[in-house]
């Protein structure tokens, strides 16, 4: 089967929807609590209870709680969590090159301010991905 060894096809199943990327771009943002993710996202509680827990047994959040009485938990994004940021940049920064006919939010260097342009390059040859052919190489 084509995509039990494909890592497109892990990474989407860890992922599993859109709510899932936006509590991700939420909480590159520091929100890490539920209510900050409702009122966020103007998601359905079940939901994000469901997209929560996903994350979390996923390894890309992990569950800490903050208070005892009453009991809460927030949400923090673990290495995993961290290092899908750059996924989510590019997702950005191809909407709005594709399908930006309303001004969209740009990304900017916290820093300095500066929009940045995102690129995936390839760390062996520096090329940027998408300017030469890729093939996918059997497990």
């Known amino acids: 089967m084509l995509n039990e060894f494909c890592p497109v096809a892990h990474g989407v199943a860890r992922i599993g929807d ?3 990327l936006l509590i991700l771009r939420d ?3 520091g929100l890490t609590r539920f209510d900050q993710f409702r009122k966020s996202l103007g ?3 079940t939901i994000l209870t469901k997209r929560l827990a ?3 047994e996923a390894g890309l959040l992990q569950k800490r709680q903050y208070s005892e009485r009453p009991p809460r938990d927030e ?3 673990t290495e995993a969590g961290r290092d899908f940021l750059p996924v989510l940049v590019m997702i950005g920064a191809w909407a709005r090159r594709h399908h930006g006919a309303t ?3 740009r990304f900017a ?3 300095t301010g500066e929009e940045i342009r995102p690129v995936v390059i390839d760390a062996t040859t520096g090329a940027e991905i998408g300017t030469r052919p890729l093939k996918i190489v059997p497990a």
């Open 18 to 20: 859109a709510w899932s």
């Open 27 to 29: 909480a590159s943002q």
């Open 43 to 45: 998601i359905a509680p």
């Open 54 to 56: 996903t994350l979390t």
């Open 75 to 77: 949400y923090l994004l």
């Open 103 to 105: 001004p969209l939010n």
């Open 109 to 111: 260097d916290a820093e």
